[in-house]
């Protein structure tokens, strides 16, 4: 699967974007999707995933409460909705998808990575 991550932006503190990870392929649906972000100098981090049907979700703490993951299997496209963003948000996010029945949150867990979009949140 070939997954391509859009959406990225700068952007105000306490301001909001929607990231989206178009997938290719018509399996979409059986992929456990991720997304993950590295900032300037730091390893890759785990931000958010979800199930094959969209049904179980998880986040991050640092996240959690502000971002929201969400798919469209019809479209085949993951989203993540980013609110009151942080400067310390600001780093490359990627999509990532596993082939596994249920992806943890290592990166290890998932086969299948996007480019990843730039996201910039000023102070």
């Known amino acids: 699967v070939q997954l391509q991550a859009s959406g990225g932006g700068l952007v105000q503190a306490g301001g909001s974007l929607r990231l989206s990870c178009a997938a290719s392929?018509?399996?979409?649906?059986?992929?456990?999707m991720g997304w993950f972000r590295q900032a300037p100098g730091k390893e890759r981090e785990f931000v958010a995933r979800?199930?094959?049907?969209?049904?179980?979700?998880d986040y991050a703490d640092s996240v959690k409460g502000r971002f929201t993951v969400s798919r469209d299997n019809a479209k085949n496209t993951i989203y993540l909705q980013m609110n009151s963003l942080k400067p310390e948000d600001t780093a490359v996010y990627y999509c990532?998808?596993?082939?596994?029945?249920?992806?943890?949150?290592?990166?290890?867990?998932?086969?299948?990575w996007g480019q990843g979009t730039q996201v910039t949140v000023s102070s």
């Open positions: 979800i199930s094959q049907g969209g049904i179980t979700t």
């Open positions: 392929g018509r399996t979409f649906g059986y992929y456990y």
């Open positions: 990532a998808a596993a082939t596994t029945v249920r992806a943890g949150r290592s990166l290890a867990s998932y086969d299948y």
